[in-house]
């Protein structure tokens, strides 16, 4: 099988890991830098192309690792390839609806799956107002879009929030706004799931001073079994974004677990080291089982 590998580098962990296990398993796998990959539309049928090559037809399936500084562009290269019924670990509807959080949060409500209290506004004349609605300081602030704990800042004070709110409203930056959960103590759960099953869980815990558990921002990890309703709440999350592969994040708080993200990108190395389960193995399982059907 030939198997295309959205990814910018083979430095990154993720994709190498990915590589190996396909290779292992005697399939062809490549590298696309799908930053620099172009789809040329018009009076011919479109194509994809890496540089001048056309590569709209050279493979059975793709994985998608899209950055979310290039969450549209990459988007848009998957769709081109579902639409020339190439197989995707990822479709492109749902890396957008996973990237944005509001949206995915917006998508988590409606079908029932707990979040903490969210509130999202783009009125600066009424921060004050923002904050009461979340039951005051502390507060946490997201960018709609970011990874790894980019741009999620905990403002402990009515002032540091306000502040730091009307700077993001004056950048024209679209943020949300959440009910910081004390009882959670800097942990939170990683569930990874391919294929609509979980495959591998642990628990993150921050580093002293630090309240993002993110492994990139040093976070230690430790394999732990998710409680039947923590797999509930991560299986329905992710079928509702239709995602093939994807890590769920959860905190627990003093009414039950919380969704705080789905990560339609999710990393190996934290979990892989944590679990010691071939996750990268898993995945290039999905794609054959799935890539060989749609060559029924």
Known sequence: MDIG??????????????????????HYIELIDHTKCAVKLGAQTPKVYLNEEDITNEF?????????????????????FELNGVFTTAKSSSIIKARNKVKTLQIMTRCGVPIPETLFSINPDNIETQLTLLGGAPV?????????????????????????IDTFY??????????????????????????????????????????????????STLAIEPTAYESKIALRAVKELDLGVAGVDLIRSKNGPLLIEVNASPGLEGIEDATGVNIAKKIIEYVEENAFKRRK
């Open 5 to 26: 590998l959205l990814s910018v580098s083979m430095a990154v962990y993720s994709t190498r890991r990915i590589a190996q296990e396909a290779e292992k398993r005697g």
């Open 60 to 80: 059975d399936a793709i994985i998608p690792r899209i950055g979310a500084k290039v969450t549209k562009h990459g988007a848009a290269i998957v769709y081109e």
């Open 140 to 164: 946490i602030i997201k960018l709609q879009e970011g990874t790894q704990g980019l741009g999620v800042i905990l403002a402990d004070s009515k002032k540091s929030a306000k502040s730091i």
């Open 170 to 219: 004056k950048m024209d930056t679209s943020i949300l706004l959440q009910r910081f959960i004390k009882e959670s103590n800097g942990e939170d759960i990683r569930i990874f799931i391919v294929g609509n099953k979980i495959v591998a869980s642990m628990k993150r815990t921050s580093e002293a001073g630090e309240f993002r558990s993110n492994v990139h921002r040093g976070a």
